[in-house]
């Protein structure tokens, strides 16, 4: 018998008749013998319904009663879901993220888990019980109710294996597992068996959407096996076949693993890049231009400063494509006159597209590769950084897709024997 947590997205929960289907899958499980706990997010469109009837009323509503209003989307579905089994037979109980409690600092609308009791849902489950728990939420040291942010199911049921020593953690989506690169993207995309917690993290900061990246940093670091799969396959498939499908998200290299140079393509469309040019290169100028950006909570990711050209530099860095806007203003604001910039410029129109391999580890000319492959296709590489098993480019976004699909050949991840 083993201690398994499923963790169901707001798509397989999106009905009353995908909510009976949850039901019936972990009622299969149930009856195989595991003990199961339930983490569902709420019904597909209905947290960002609640948010929009809060902005109807203010534009800015203050972040904790934002909480308060889209904590509850998440208690309809745990509800409903132990309705649904109890109609299947079997005791459940629902808990939104304070009873149990999951203990969250006070960062409203993004908070983070600090400390989870498991206790309570300990003894329900030694009680035979299916214990379901609203992801998404927890209660702070004053009793409030705090959101982790988009995403944070993902967070919340990791956090929850860790916190109850589960053998696994199952979480469903509308996809079967993780692919090479999006299949929307590339037809040839292949589902993988398996990845390693390193890419999967990698891969998730750099724009794939399949599992959220904090949830993904929790399981790395608790060591929580995790597995990513599809809930709309049919719930009475038999478990032996459920169980090993999907991808499983690993904790180390194995032998296998020295087969696949390259595991994936990641990409992200929404970046902006900014340039504070003619910049004096003196100890200090860095921190003088990201200070006041990071200031603001604007998180900066790729950097280059150029080589120094009669004592003047040109610094070169990426925000989100959200943010593009007011960093302009704040550099404008600030560099030119602090820093004695000679200008600032920016384009919000460029992406990111990565390789991502733990085999890049041990094999070389990945980079040259990569390179090569864009050069034939004409592609302008605009700036570069790589990390141990990953190297990003920046490109114009109207090539982002023929930059994919071009790597994608080029490292022949279509082929199941690069496996």
Known sequence: ??????????????????????????????????????????MSGETNRLLCLAKDIKADPDPRELDMIASTGEQVSVGLLAIALHAEGFEAVSYAGWQVPIKTDSAFTKARISEIDGSRVLKDLDEGKVVVITGFQGVDSEGHIATLGRGGSDTSAVAIAAALKADECFIYTDVDGVYTTDPRVVEEARRLDRVTFEEMLEMASLGSKVLQIRSVEFAGKYKVKTRVLSSLTDPLMPLETEMYSGTLVTFEEDENMEKAVISGIAFQRDEARIAVMGVPDKPGVAYQILGPVADANIDIDMIIQNQSVNGKTDFTFTVGRGDYH??????????????QAETVLGDPKVSKVSVVGVGMRSHVGIAS????????EGINIQMISTSEIKISVLIDEKYTELAVRALHKAFELDCAASM
Not at 326 to 339: D, M, P, Q, Y
Request: charged share 20%.
């Open 1 to 42: 018998m083993a201690l398994i947590v499923h963790k169901y997205g707001g798509t397989s929960v999106g009905s009353v008749e995908r909510i009976k289907n949850v039901a019936k899958r972990v009622a299969k499980w149930h009856r195989a013998g595991h003990k199961l706990v339930v983490v569902p997010s709420a």
């Open 326 to 339: 007011r960093a302009l203003e704040i550099l404008n604001n600030t560099v030119k006159g602090h820093v």
């Open 369 to 376: 590769t990569m390179f090569r492959t864009l050069s034939e």
